[in-house]
């Protein structure tokens, strides 16, 4: 059985990424998919291991290509999901976490119907520009841009099939590990499994 795609959107700042990272601690058969991006590292990033960093012109080459499954301009720069990342782990049946805004969520529920969409919301705009400026990650340019654009994308999360509001970073995990435990005990995914040891059919 192909792995279970879950992407996981929301606007900068509400936690995808420590989401993310605590449930790669606590959940197996979990990979992350890595994607390019034309923006350059920031912080700690490190390159193939955060996102692929490429310049543009080497992005727009790949989308000439057609190497990406999705991909999207976001604030500024371009985000992709490249085939190459994810297909081998697919196949051989882990499941996938993507990070991708509103756009690549639809893109990839359009490819994958079968995929789960999950937006973290931060518990206020307040705690939203707290937060961003607390991670200290952007300029204060980017930091106004990204408060101004968290309006619109929030609106998005009507289009998911899950929404965690990430006020108790463990109680949001659990969330979303609640979500990725229950899919995989779905009749669907567990079937055939079972009719193989209880010799069912
Ligand atoms: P995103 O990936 O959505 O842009 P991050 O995961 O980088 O967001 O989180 C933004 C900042 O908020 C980080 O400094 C992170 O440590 C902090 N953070 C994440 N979740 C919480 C939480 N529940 N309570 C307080 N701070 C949090
Ligand atoms: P950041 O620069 O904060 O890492 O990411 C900015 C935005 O780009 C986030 O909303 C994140 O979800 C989105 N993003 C990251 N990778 C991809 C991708 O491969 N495709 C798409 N469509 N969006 C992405």
Redesign the pocket.
């Given at each position: 059985m192909t792995g279970q795609i879950y992407v996981?959107?929301?606007?900068?700042g509400a936690g995808?990424?420590t989401i993310i990272r605590s449930l790669r601690d606590k959940t197996s058969d979990l990979v992350y998919?890595i994607?390019?991006?034309s923006?350059g590292p920031?912080g700690k990033?490190e390159a193939g291991v955060?996102?692929h960093f490429v310049d543009r012109t080497t992005f727009r080459a790949m989308i000439e290509d057609g190497a990406?499954l999705?991909?999207?301009r976001?604030?500024d720069?371009y985000?992709?999901?490249a085939y190459s990342s994810i297909e081998d782990q697919l196949d051989s049946g882990n499941d996938v976490i993507?990070?991708?805004?509103?756009?690549?969520?639809k893109?990839i529920k359009k490819a994958h119907p079968a995929s789960i969409l999950i937006f973290i919301l931060p518990p206020s705009y307040e705690a939203l520009e707290k937060r961003l400026r607390e991670r200290a990650?952007e300029e204060e340019r980017a930091i106004q841009s990204?408060l101004r654009k968290a309006h619109r994308?929030l609106m998005e999360c009507v289009h998911y099939d899950y929404l965690i509001v990430n006020d108790i970073l463990d109680k949001a995990s659990s969330e979303a590990a609640a979500v990725i435990t229950a899919n995989r005990c779905a009749k669907a995914r567990r079937l055939s499994e079972i009719e193989k040891i209880f010799k069912l059919q």
């Open positions: 996981i959107s929301g606007p900068s995808k990424s998919s994607s390019h991006t923006r920031r990033e955060h996102y990406f999705e991909w999207a976001v604030y720069d985000y992709g999901t993507m990070d991708l805004d509103p756009q690549g969520a893109n990650t990204r994308q």
